[in-house]
C-alpha cells in the first residue's frame, strides 16, 4: 500500500487522497495539441487537525502589497508505511492556496475532513520540472552553478543554516515564554545523518516534544530531508536536576 504526506509551512499532514492532473489545449481543427501543459493543480484531502488554522491563514491572509501568499512545499509517498520506501516526491514552490473546504459528518465513520487545491507556479513530479510564467523564484539549471565534472562533484555532507521562524513562517521573530516557534534547518547531502544546533539563549529555554532542551541545544536530531522545520516551545529558564 503507498502512503502520503504534505509538508508545507511547518505543518505536516497525512493525507487521505490527492490528485494532480495535467493536460494540453486541442486545436480541433488541426488535431494539433497546445505547446503548454496546463492543469497542475493539486487538490488534496486530510483529516481536520487543531492546527489547521496556520493552513486555512494561507489562503486569507497576505502581506501588504501582495496578491497572495507563496510558499514550498512537498508531497511525498511512501511505501507500506511512513517508515518505508520513500518512492517519489511532488515538490512544489511559489504555490498559492487556492481553495479550502472543511466537511463533517455525523453519519458513519468518515472522519471531518479538510479538502485543499495548491496552485503552484513551480512544480517537481517525478523528475520533470513545470513552471508557469507568474513564478517568482525559478532558477535555470544553468544559472544556479557552473559546470563542475563528476570528479569534482560536491558530496560533502554540509549545514547550509539554520535559523528560528514564528509559527506563521517570519524569520528570526522577537518570542516570549509560552510562544512555540520553529527551528529550519537547512542542509545538504545529510539525509540520514545527525545535526546538533545550539539555540544558546540566556534568558530562556526550549522544550522539544515536552523534554527540556539542556543547555539550550537540540541533539543528534535525524535529517530526513534537506528542509527541516522543528517545532520547539518557548519556556522559562530552568535550572536541569543532576
Given at each position: 500500500?503507498?502512503?502520503?504526506?504534505?509538508?508545507?509551512?511547518?505543518t505536516?499532514?497525512?493525507?487521505?487522497?490527492?490528485d494532480?492532473?495535467?493536460?494540453?489545449?486541442?486545436?480541433?481543427?488541426?488535431?494539433?495539441c497546445?505547446?503548454?501543459?496546463?492543469?497542475?493543480?493539486?487538490?488534496?484531502?486530510?483529516?481536520?487537525?487543531?492546527?489547521?488554522?496556520?493552513?486555512?491563514?494561507?489562503?486569507?491572509?497576505?502581506?501588504?502589497?501582495?496578491?497572495?501568499?507563496?510558499?514550498?512545499?512537498?508531497?511525498?509517498?511512501?511505501?507500506?508505511?511512513?517508515?518505508?520506501?520513500?518512492?517519489?516526491?511532488?515538490?512544489?514552490?511559489d504555490?498559492?492556496?487556492?481553495?479550502?473546504?472543511?466537511?463533517?459528518?455525523?453519519?458513519?465513520?468518515?472522519?471531518?475532513?479538510?479538502?485543499?487545491?495548491?496552485?503552484?507556479?513551480?512544480?517537481?513530479?517525478?523528475?520533470v520540472?513545470?513552471?508557469?510564467?507568474?513564478?517568482?523564484?525559478?532558477?535555470?539549471?544553468?544559472?544556479?552553478?557552473?559546470?563542475q565534472s563528476e570528479?569534482?562533484?560536491?558530496?560533502?555532507?554540509?549545514?547550509?543554516?539554520?535559523?528560528?521562524?514564528d509559527?506563521?513562517n517570519?524569520?528570526?521573530?522577537?518570542?516570549k515564554?509560552?510562544?512555540?516557534?520553529?527551528?529550519?534547518?537547512?542542509?545538504?547531502?545529510?539525509?540520514?545523518?545527525?545535526?546538533?544546533?545550539?539555540?544558546?539563549?540566556?534568558?530562556?529555554?526550549?522544550k522539544?516534544?515536552?523534554?527540556?532542551?539542556?543547555?539550550?541545544?537540540?541533539?543528534?536530531?535525524?535529517?530526513?530531508?534537506?528542509?527541516?522545520?522543528?517545532?520547539?516551545?518557548?519556556?522559562?529558564?530552568?535550572?536541569?536536576?543532576?
Amino acid at each position: 500500500m503507498i502512503k502520503a504526506k504534505l509538508f508545507v509551512l511547518g505543518t505536516v499532514r497525512e493525507l487521505l487522497w490527492t490528485d494532480l492532473e495535467y493536460n494540453r489545449f486541442l486545436n480541433h481543427k488541426t488535431g494539433r495539441c497546445g505547446e503548454i501543459p496546463l492543469g497542475g493543480l493539486i487538490t488534496l484531502v486530510f483529516a481536520s487537525g487543531y492546527d489547521d488554522d496556520r493552513l486555512l491563514r494561507w489562503m486569507t491572509h497576505s502581506r501588504k502589497g501582495e496578491l497572495c501568499s507563496l510558499t514550498e512545499g512537498e508531497i511525498v509517498f511512501y511505501l507500506g508505511n511512513f517508515d518505508g520506501i520513500v518512492l517519489f516526491k511532488y515538490r512544489f514552490n511559489d504555490a498559492a492556496l487556492i481553495y479550502w473546504k472543511e466537511k463533517f459528518t455525523a453519519v458513519g465513520e468518515e472522519p471531518m475532513t479538510v479538502t485543499v487545491t495548491i496552485s503552484a507556479a513551480i512544480q517537481e513530479v517525478k523528475g520533470v520540472t513545470l513552471v508557469k510564467p507568474w513564478q517568482e523564484s525559478w532558477i535555470s539549471p544553468s544559472e544556479q552553478m557552473p559546470y563542475q565534472s563528476e570528479e569534482t562533484e560536491d558530496n560533502e555532507p554540509k549545514v547550509i543554516d539554520y535559523y528560528i521562524t514564528d509559527l506563521e513562517n517570519n524569520k528570526n521573530p522577537e518570542y516570549k515564554v509560552g510562544d512555540q516557534i520553529y527551528v529550519v534547518a537547512k542542509t545538504k547531502n545529510m539525509i540520514g545523518k545527525e545535526l546538533t544546533m545550539n539555540l544558546a539563549n540566556k534568558t530562556k529555554d526550549f522544550k522539544y516534544k515536552g523534554k527540556l532542551l539542556p543547555n539550550d541545544k537540540l541533539e543528534n536530531y535525524p535529517i530526513g530531508s534537506n528542509t527541516e522545520r522543528i517545532k520547539l516551545e518557548i519556556v522559562g529558564q530552568q535550572k536541569l536536576s543532576n
